[in-house]
């Protein structure tokens, strides 16, 4: 459980750093719905002490990697984040 909170706050870093310092207004509205599924992850985990109660949010938030894409090295970094968190709580 640990592991995954970890690895959800490495993501959350990645996706607010791209927030103030990317200059793509385009990226704005997926950066900050992202960071509300995020937050909404992270209130499932502490509320349940269960991976398994963010399934159903990260299936949703992997669909979504699939259909928007983040510009430049930021959405590299937040691509691997994601990867990484995803694989931790059990999305291959």
Known sequence: MDDVI???ADYVFALSEAL??????????????RLAAC??????LYRSKSV?????????EEHGHGWS???GPSG???AKK????????GIE
């Open 52 to 60: 398994a109660s963010i399934q159903s949010l990260l299936q949703q």
């Open 20 to 33: 103030v310092n990317d200059g793509n207004a385009n990226d704005r509205p997926i950066l900050t719905k």
């Open 6 to 8: 970890e690895k959800l």
């Open 76 to 78: 590299e970094l937040i």
């Open 82 to 89: 994601w990867v990484v968190f995803a694989k931790a709580a």
């Open 69 to 71: 894409f983040i510009a």
């Open 39 to 44: 937050a909404e992850m992270f209130a499932q």
